[in-house]
């Protein structure tokens, strides 16, 4: 005794599972556009709660931000991207003022290194701070994919 099986919409549902996967890309670059974005934002934020003028001493704790004199650090957050990995998307954001980096680590500064800068993490607390919003908005850009 011979089976026959037939199976119809084989390219319909080929088609449909391409059509879900150009939109879960689509969905994917969105989202990182937008999580870096919301780290953004964050940082901004960050580096806003402190201020004072120029040659006077900062009001910024050690273990806080730095406090701001004229926004350049904030204003040097430059995102690039998303761009597509291969497997995803990548997004970068970081601060190109040249002393970025010792306002976040600390270190020595100053002719000679004679001046200590404690550290004044701003962008890894911002990071850690906006996971879940990050993550939140991954799985709604995905969830608006889905048919």
């Excluded at 291969?86 to 270190?107: C, F, H, K, W």
């Amino acid at each position: 005794m011979d089976v026959g099986i037939s199976v119809d919409g084989v390219e319909e549902w080929a088609a449909a599972v391409d059509a879900l996967g150009q939109r879960m890309q689509s969905a994917t670059r969105a989202a990182t556009r937008d999580a870096m974005k919301i780290v953004q934002r964050g940082a901004f934020s960050r580096l806003s709660r402190y201020y004072h003028p120029p040659g006077t001493p900062t009001p910024a704790p050690p273990g806080g931000p730095p406090a701001r004199i004229n926004g350049h650090l904030r204003g040097s957050l430059s995102p690039t991207g998303p761009r597509p990995t291969g497997t995803g998307y990548t997004g970068q954001l970081g601060p190109t003022a040249v002393y970025s980096r010792i306002q976040e680590l600390g270190g020595q500064a100053g002719r000679n290194h004679s001046v200590t800068i404690p550290p004044r993490p701003y962008l890894a607390p911002t990071v850690r701070d906006a996971r879940d919003a990050i993550r939140r908005q991954y799985v709604a850009a995905w969830a608006r994919a889905m048919p």
